[in-house]
């Protein structure tokens, strides 16, 4: 996990100044990451590393992410032969790295891993197969005591609803 200089380092690069309302020019927030920019906030690496652009972000609040799901996979090996579908758990899996990218950025919280803990009220509606590429929508509903965290996630294909949930976090020292 980044130091908060560096979280704030990547909020600012490249970014556009914005003019405040004393007409002083103040650095605008990122709203988008690169799989490079994600590298630098998760742990996560291949094969597990499941975002491959943030699409639309704003701090301590929501992310939007992108998942461009190729055959070259490695689980499409064995699930399943001749019909591949990407697992659940990996959807899931998928969700909760774009909620790490809201939490690993949240302001007054100590560095540490936020682990994926747990999952409550999750559907699967539709298969995900090579050639889709999913769309994960999250939602921070809140942090306790700045080491426990829930987030609503929500999957699409195509504007079609793949998998939602809420999904629990908490920080690892």
Not at 41 to 66: C, N, T
Request: charge should be negative.
């Amino acid at each position: 996990m980044s130091t908060l200089t560096e979280v704030n380092t990547l909020n600012t690069a490249n970014s556009e100044s914005v003019p405040t309302e004393n007409g002083e020019d103040s650095p605008a927030v990122k709203s988008t990451f690169t799989l490079e920019e994600i590298q630098k906030l998760l742990p996560h690496r291949y094969p597990f590393a499941l975002v491959d652009k943030i699409v639309d972000y704003v701090p301590s609040e929501r992310a939007v992410g992108i998942k461009n799901v190729t055959f070259n996979e490695p689980h499409f090996q064995g699930h399943f032969p001749g019909r591949p579908i990407m697992p659940g758990v990996l959807i899931v899996e998928a969700m909760a790295q774009v909620g790490g990218m809201v939490l690993a950025q949240l302001p007054d919280i100590e560095q540490g891993l936020w682990m994926f803990t747990g999952i409550d009220k999750v559907k699967f509606r539709r298969q995900v197969v090579p050639g889709d590429q999913l769309l994960m929508t999250v939602e921070l509903l809140w942090v306790k005591r700045r080491r426990f965290a829930k987030i609503q996630a929500l999957a699409e294909v195509d504007g079609q609803k793949v998998c939602e949930g809420e999904l629990m976090f908490s920080m690892v020292d």
